[in-house]
């Protein structure tokens, strides 16, 4: 993958990413050719090798696209609250149902890359070590802020947040039905809520 050098080939290079995931979220990894995406960006096929070596390349790419809007949106929820944990459930419910029940644009390409070969494969696998780092970060944050007991593990209370968005995800866009991900969503939350101290209960009743 080769980085442009002047902003007119970021901006070339952009929309070629962008006419992409929103082709691979459309339609899927493997259902989209190149040539739909340069037909969808106004791009030429030399443009497109001077970017990206190969369709792998360019679903990399596309993967780093979707886990920095899915990042971006995260970041407008205090995720080293519990009201904050709670809206941002709500929202991640509300986006699926705005986008159709397409599912979650990071999982959903992870898992067509995860049997494209073992490249793609790893790349998939780094971009949910990543989000699962920002996860951890938040709650080791509430815990050090005595939100979460001393014995609760904040790499595994991130395991099963990730565990089960990317579940909820694949069920509610499966039945196409918000119940499956909101009972999901709620589950997780209570069991999140299971690690506050029984100080923090009873001086702060309202979730904080």
Request: hydrophobic share 40%; with cysteine; net charge neutral.
């Amino acid at each position: 993958m080769r980085e442009p050098r002047t902003r007119r080939g970021q901006e070339r290079r952009d929309a070629i990413v962008g006419a992409a995931a929103r082709l691979m979220y459309e339609r899927g990894l493997h259902a989209t050719s190149v040539g739909d995406v340069l037909e969808a960006a106004g791009a030429g096929k030399g443009q497109f090798y001077h970017y990206f070596s190969a369709k792998d390349d360019l679903a990399a790419a596309v993967l780093e696209h979707q886990l920095a809007n899915v990042l971006g949106d995260q970041a407008r929820f205090r995720l080293d609250t519990w009201v904050g944990i709670r809206a941002w459930f709500e929202a991640l419910l509300d986006g699926q149902r705005k986008r159709g029940f397409r599912g979650c644009p990071v999982g959903s390409l992870a898992i067509e890359m995860s049997s494209a070969g073992d490249e793609l494969q790893e790349r998939a696998g780094d971009v949910f070590q990543r989000w699962h780092s920002t996860l951890d970060h938040a709650l080791q944050e509430m815990k050090g802020r005595g939100l979460l007991t001393a014995r609760a593990k904040t790499a595994d209370l991130a395991d099963t947040m990730l565990t089960t968005i990317q579940g909820g995800y694949l069920l509610s866009s499966a039945e196409r039905d918000l119940r499956p991900m909101t009972h999901a969503l709620d589950l997780c939350y209570a069991h999140l809520r299971s690690f506050r101290p029984d100080t923090a209960a009873a001086v702060s009743p309202t979730p904080t």
